[in-house]
């Protein structure tokens, strides 16, 4: 397996743009993760899914930031409009659900979001 | 929530010694993962070992999970070895990993 799949790498964008960030998680694994990391806040999740549906949004830090989940293969995180403060790298995550899941959360390699 | 600490927060090494990175938690949980960060930011799994002890080549960790901690050893240290280790555990009550706060690990040649 190719492991969980995260474009664009880098992202360099202008305060005010709209910035979608993709994932693709491994193929069987039921549940998918955004995670953000910044050197104030370390890693913190933002929300996960299960079986392409919402459960916790709560760490979505305002309106301007949704997720989507529109079949299993494939995730977005939009930030709009974008902000200074939105700069950091976003992490995206997949594991199996239940008593499949031996091995744990994998993580992408991270989207590196540069707003200025 | 629950809440996990690491220890050291930064250790520096020369190439060859050993080492011994606590993580602590403070609830029971299902699942707990030790985690690699690369220079390039790389998020690289470890271990998952929500109980007992696992080994792999130069690293190995052991987790109590009735006492609420867990150790990562790494023997040998290469200056590959560099990065930020992460301990991340998933509470009972939940489905998601919450992190530490990271050992940041410099070995010198």
């Known amino acids: 397996d190719a492991g969980v799949i995260q474009s664009p790498r880098h992202e360099v964008t202008e305060m005010g743009q709209e910035v979608t960030l993709r994932c693709k998680p491994i193929?069987?694994?039921?549940?998918l993760f955004w995670y953000r990391q910044t050197m104030m806040r370390g890693l913190e999740l933002l929300i996960y899914?299960?079986?392409?549906?919402?459960?916790?949004d709560s760490g979505m830090p305002e309106d301007r930031f949704s997720a989507k989940m529109p079949n299993a293969s494939f995730s977005t995180l939009k930030i709009q409009p974008s902000e200074p403060r939105d700069s950091a790298v976003y992490f995206c995550?997949?594991?199996?659900?239940?008593?499949?899941?031996?091995?744990?959360?994998?993580f992408g390699s991270g989207t590196r979001l540069t707003v200025v | 929530g629950i809440q996990v600490e690491q220890s050291p927060p930064d250790l520096i090494l020369q190439e060859g010694a050993n080492s011994t990175l606590r993580c602590n938690f403070s609830?029971?949980?299902?699942?707990l993962q030790w985690f690699h960060q690369n220079p390039w930011g790389q998020l690289i799994n470890l271990f998952y070992?929500?109980?007992g002890t696992k080994q792999n080549g130069r690293l190995s960790a052991t987790t109590v999970a009735t006492e609420r901690y867990s150790l990562l050893y790494i023997s040998s240290s290469q200056t590959t070895d560099s990065g930020v280790y992460f301990c991340?555990?998933?509470?009972?009550?939940?489905?998601?990993?919450?992190f530490g706060e990271g050992t940041q690990l410099t070995v010198n040649p």
């Open positions: 193929s069987g694994h039921d549940y």
């Open positions: 991340a555990v998933e509470e009972t009550s939940g489905s998601r990993l919450t």
């Open positions: 070992i929500p109980s």
């Open positions: 609830d029971s949980v299902n699942n």
């Open positions: 995550a997949s594991r199996r659900g239940g008593t499949l899941n031996n091995y744990g959360y994998t």
């Open positions: 899914f299960n079986n392409n549906v919402p459960i916790d």
